[in-house]
């Protein structure tokens, strides 16, 4: 596997070996061995999760503020826009976003370390994006920050207004956001 280093040093994309021929694809997408070297520590996923949206549908910029969730995140089915934003009071990154086009056709991965926010906007006409995690989900725990907050100034490819839950139309600004954050 090929790993790019992202503005986020430790966001990471990972380009798996892909082989192909005329009956279709092979490739692994997660090897425990090959994923902690490649991230430089081992790490326990404990959750898989599943999701398909529609075209303009942004969803994020989710994070827990207990049990912060590591994640591996890729698209199965279409393409998105996947962010990351940086929580992390100690971070020489705090503040800064990393995104990358994750889609079906090419096979990218990207890590999340905890600590970080994401979220993704589905380019395409739908889209499956699958990710591991490495806390549980804790509903009571989840915080969201508005997607369009200035201060991050995130590049999303919008044409038009997003498709938002009610929750992530309501975000926080990344300022109260990180007031709960170490």
Known sequence: MQVTRTAIA????????VFGDSRGFF??????RAFAAAIGEPVRFVQDNHSKSGRHVLR??????????????????GAVFDV????????????????VELSAENKRQV????????????????????????????????RCIAWNDPSLAIS??????????????????FASAT????
Not at 27 to 32: A, P, R, V
Not at 84 to 99: E, I, K, M, N, Q
Request: net charge negative; with cysteine; aromatic share 12%.
């Open 27 to 32: 490739f692994e997408s997660y090897n425990e």
């Open 111 to 142: 890590w999340i370390p905890p600590g970080l926010a994401h979220g993704f906007l589905v380019l395409t006409e739908t889209a499956e994006v699958f990710y591991k995690v490495t806390d549980y989900y804790a509903p009571e725990h989840e």
């Open 60 to 77: 994020g910029l989710h994070y827990q503020i207990e049990c912060p969730q590591g994640k591996l995140v890729r698209a199965v089915q």
């Open 179 to 182: 007031a709960d954050c170490d």
């Open 84 to 99: 990351a934003v940086d929580l992390r009071r100690a971070s020489a990154t705090f503040g800064r976003w990393a995104a």
């Open 156 to 173: 999303w490819p919008l044409v038009g207004a997003p498709i938002l839950s009610q929750k992530d139309a309501m975000g926080m600004t």
């Open 10 to 17: 430790d966001v990471l994309i990972l380009d798996p070996k």
